[in-house]
């Protein structure tokens, strides 16, 4: 049956929405963050795992967004979802400013660079105190005016499916194809006919946005903001999210966030030992799965329903002439 | 070098460029005719690399022009060559590791103006039968042979059905059987019309193929003709020991 991994997906999107009201609202609470999480574990995936722009400024961006969010509303009084909007336009912009002046950057200057970036801005945010209200924390405008969690519920499963739905275009798309020839081979990429310049401000452009999607739903879903939405902290539990899931592509990404964040909520009880148990995972992942513990399921899972052919004995004829001879002998 | 029933595809003029007070190209005015197969040898550090690199877009000169069919592209960013028509590969072979070998073929392929998902794939599965490659279509190119990933590089160049090609060291580290089936695949493209330019450092190949042969020493060209007489050239002789 062709399509049954998304048919499954999908009705188990439909059954969250349907048992929602079953839900308490402590684990509802948990679900929405993870939600929030796995947005931004698929975008930075999509800046890293695609493209191999490292960067450590993504949270920067969720922060950014969710306090233009807030600060436009609160100056304007304009409408929360046009707020929220223009949250997410600005860091946009900004992304695709930062990714003009990365431009000659990879690896650990971009790293830096972008790190730099993250901390000038929480600086700023917890500095200008007259404005955001520093660590003392900004108060948003709540997006619905109900006591329930259930309307939250729905708009992070909107969200996260939106996300994914534009995010999953583009790495199938020609784009994708594109952004992964330049995390292996820039000049390749660039003889190749690849406008590296452009699609290096895009996906940095396209990345921010959906980290201030999630952090403008966050802001207005909290009712409060501080500084350390931007924080190196928050930073290193989305990496390692997607470090942990499989950076390489994006539904693992997401499955890494969702799986960690209800993780740490298991294992609450345990305080602190709970980040050292999380610190292992991550050493067992880098040192014997570097694609990610997901990987490997999502492979099985992405074939079920094939019909698997038997090889021909043409294919298998012409694949052995491949692999003997003395050049591809496996013998270097 | 010129011939007028010809026109030059490819011109550098005056192309200068120094790396740290060494001139690596020093003037050189460089052109390639259309149906060219120009083999361009010289001693390490003579230049030949740094010349196609500009050539290419890959580097920027200090002084110079860069005319593709009298467009001047001097300073332009290497896909706007590579949209133009020019393709090439590398000293040290560049391939998409961690992509197939149908993927490493469908980039270039699908940067084309009008191509679509279909129409480069059939292309690539064209060039990867006439390269020999097409049973491992599927494989991550990191996992083949240095031969093998020569032969993509030039596959990958062909996608874009360019006007000239440059081949930088095509040969080097290549098993005598490959490099053979290698120099068969660049004369049926040159007998079909393709324009080439190769650099290596193994003359038998070098001679075997060029119709042209232009020698560059410390930065300068120095020769520039039909391989019988460059060979017998005292400059060159001078310059270039080792035939």
Redesign the interface.
Known sequence: MRGLPTYLLASLVLAGLVYAHGFNSYWMHVTIIAMFYAILAASWTLLSGYAGLYSLGHMAFASIGAYTSALLIQWTGMPTILGMASGVVFCTVVGAWIGWVCLRMTGPYLAIFTLAFSEIVRIVFSTEDEVTQGMAGLHTVFLFHTDSRIPYFYTAIGLLVFSLAVMGFIVHS?WG??L??IR??E???????????YFRILVFAVASGFAALAGVFYGHYLGILTPSLGSLDLMIIVVVMAVIGGMERIPTAVGGAIGIEFLQEYLRAYGEWRLVIFGLVLLFTMRFARNGLLTPLWLQFVRLGEVRRPVSAA?QA??A??EV?????GG? | MTDPSRPAIIRGVQIRKHFGGIAATDGVDFDVLEGDLVGLIGPNGSGKTTLINILTGHLAAESGDVFLRDRRMTARPPHEFAAHGVGRTFQLTQLFGRMTVLENMLVPGLTRPHSTWASATEQARRHLAFLNLEHLSGLEAKNLSGGQQKLLELGRALMLDPAVLFLDEPFAGVHPKLREELIKRILQLHESGRTFVVVDHDMESILRIAGRLVVMARGRKIADGPPAAVREDQTVLAAYSGF
């Open positions: 020609r194809l594109f992964r020839s292996e081979e000049q390749a990429a660039a003889a190749s006919g690849v406008r590296v310049a294919a012409a694949a002439a491949g001879g003395p050049q591809g002998s270097s």
